[in-house]
């Protein structure tokens, strides 16, 4: 009886004290570690985020990037922070759902060490071809591979990375070979299919935008299951010749395992105000992508679903990083 006396005396106290935490959160100022260098998707991301909620929270943000390991050292950094809503991780699709299946071991678990907060922004990457390629569609791109099987190449930003597999999803569902070139980078891979070195490339908006404009490269689809706002003009590779096919670049924001509930709440209204302010919308369309800020399960549903997807694209294909 006594046991359950204290027992419950704690449980009570814990409520009150977490309760309270919520209520004073933030007390100090809130660090944002970004997994890649500055200059990318994700570090725009993250400025947006330390330009607007100290307006809200009242509390400095401060951006700290923390690249390397294909985005697992920041990851591990915000793994193994206090989980008191003062160290977030702002990242990609890579660490959080591919990672764990292309590298031999991570220091952390990414679903169970980095619960989902909210995904922030997401696009759809862009399917693009040398302009010498009599390829306009996805169609052409799919006969033109299989009447020419290992002619075609394609350029991404390294081994195990979301472009990467993207296109071998694609290899997967079409049926058709396409050899892999990796580049150190998605801006030298861009460039690579620029100088006719590759054929192709799946590329992120940012990085693939200035050559389509002046005709450097040619746009011929996007990856997303739906049409991007960005480039509502661009058809999907399911309504272009792929049924079912459909994938999202993205960014989200996750935090360190057991940081309270209500903390998250707060986090995840003050993320999300930012994210519908109309000139954040209008910041992040420039770039190709689309402002979200979903709801915590939603994000967490996604992050499940994707994990099960890549894992079986690497099983499938036998992609490893050494």
Same mark, same amino acid.
């Given at each position: 009886?006594?046991?359950?006396?204290?027992?419950?005396?704690?449980?009570?106290?814990?409520?009150?004290?977490?309760?309270?935490?919520?209520?004073?959160?933030?007390?100090? $100022?809130?660090? &944002?570690?970004?997994?890649?260098? %500055?200059?990318?998707?994700?570090?725009?991301?993250?400025?947006?985020?330390?330009?607007? &909620?100290?307006?809200?929270?009242?509390?400095?943000?401060?951006?700290?990037?923390?690249?390397?390991?294909?985005?697992?050292?920041?990851?591990?950094?915000?793994?193994?922070?206090?989980?008191?809503?003062?160290?977030?991780?702002?990242?990609?699709?890579? +660490?959080?759902?591919?990672?764990?299946?292309? /590298?031999?071991?991570?220091?952390?678990?990414?679903?169970?060490?980095?619960?989902?907060?909210? *995904?922030?922004?997401?696009?759809?990457?862009?399917?693009?071809?040398?302009?010498? *390629? %009599?390829?306009?569609?996805?169609?052409?791109?799919?006969?033109?591979?299989?009447? *020419?099987?290992?002619?075609?190449?394609?350029?991404?930003?390294?081994?195990?990375?979301?472009?990467?597999?993207?296109?071998?999803?694609?290899?997967?569902?079409?049926?058709?070979?396409?050899?892999?070139?990796? /580049?150190?980078?998605?801006? +030298?891979?861009?460039?690579?299919?620029?100088?006719?070195?590759? *054929?192709?490339?799946?590329?992120?908006? +940012?990085?693939? &935008?200035?050559?389509?404009?002046?005709?450097?490269?040619?746009?011929?689809?996007?990856?997303?299951?739906?049409?991007?706002?960005?480039?509502?003009?661009?058809?999907?590779?399911?309504?272009?010749?792929?049924?079912? /096919?459909?994938?999202?670049?993205?960014?989200?924001?996750?935090? $360190?395992?057991?940081?309270?509930?209500?903390?998250?709440?707060?986090?995840?209204?003050?993320?999300?105000?930012? &994210?519908?302010? $109309?000139?954040?919308?209008?910041?992040?369309?420039?770039?190709?992508?689309?402002?979200?800020?979903? $709801?915590?399960?939603?994000?967490?549903?996604?992050?499940?679903?994707?994990?099960?997807?890549?894992?079986?694209?690497?099983?499938?294909?036998?992609?490893?990083?050494?």
């Amino acid at each position: 009886m006594k046991s359950a006396i204290v027992v419950a005396s704690l449980a009570a106290t814990l409520g009150l004290t977490f309760g309270a935490q919520a209520q004073q959160y933030p007390t100090k $100022p809130i660090r &944002l570690v970004v997994t890649f260098p %500055p200059g990318g998707s994700t570090d725009f991301t993250a400025r947006i985020l330390a330009k607007h &909620l100290p307006a809200t929270l009242n509390e400095t943000v401060v951006v700290d990037n923390r690249g390397g390991g294909g985005g697992n050292i920041g990851s591990d950094i915000v793994a193994k922070a206090a989980p008191d809503g003062h160290t977030l991780l702002v990242t990609t699709e890579g +660490p959080m759902t591919i990672n764990s299946s292309v /590298y031999p071991s991570l220091p952390f678990h990414p679903i169970r060490d980095l619960p989902a907060i909210t *995904q922030l922004i997401k696009y759809g990457n862009m399917v693009v071809v040398h302009p010498s *390629q %009599p390829i306009k569609s996805i169609k052409e791109l799919i006969a033109r591979a299989k009447a *020419q099987p290992g002619k075609l190449s394609y350029s991404h930003p390294g081994v195990g990375t979301g472009n990467q597999l993207a296109v071998e999803l694609f290899k997967m569902t079409a049926g058709v070979d396409i050899i892999s070139v990796p /580049y150190k980078g998605g801006g +030298p891979a861009v460039v690579a299919a620029v100088g006719n070195e590759t *054929q192709m490339s799946f590329a992120t908006p +940012p990085s693939a &935008l200035p050559h389509v404009k002046p005709g450097r490269l040619r746009a011929i689809a996007v990856t997303s299951a739906k049409r991007s706002v960005a480039m509502p003009d661009l058809p999907t590779i399911a309504e272009n010749g792929l049924p079912g /096919y459909g994938v999202d670049g993205w960014v989200g924001l996750f935090a $360190p395992a057991g940081v309270p509930p209500r903390v998250i709440e707060r986090i995840h209204a003050e993320v999300a105000k930012v &994210l519908r302010r $109309p000139d954040v919308i209008a910041a992040v369309l420039v770039g190709g992508s689309e402002a979200v800020g979903n $709801p915590v399960a939603e994000m967490r549903a996604t992050i499940l679903r994707e994990t099960a997807m890549w894992a079986k694209v690497v099983k499938s294909t036998g992609i490893k990083v050494e």
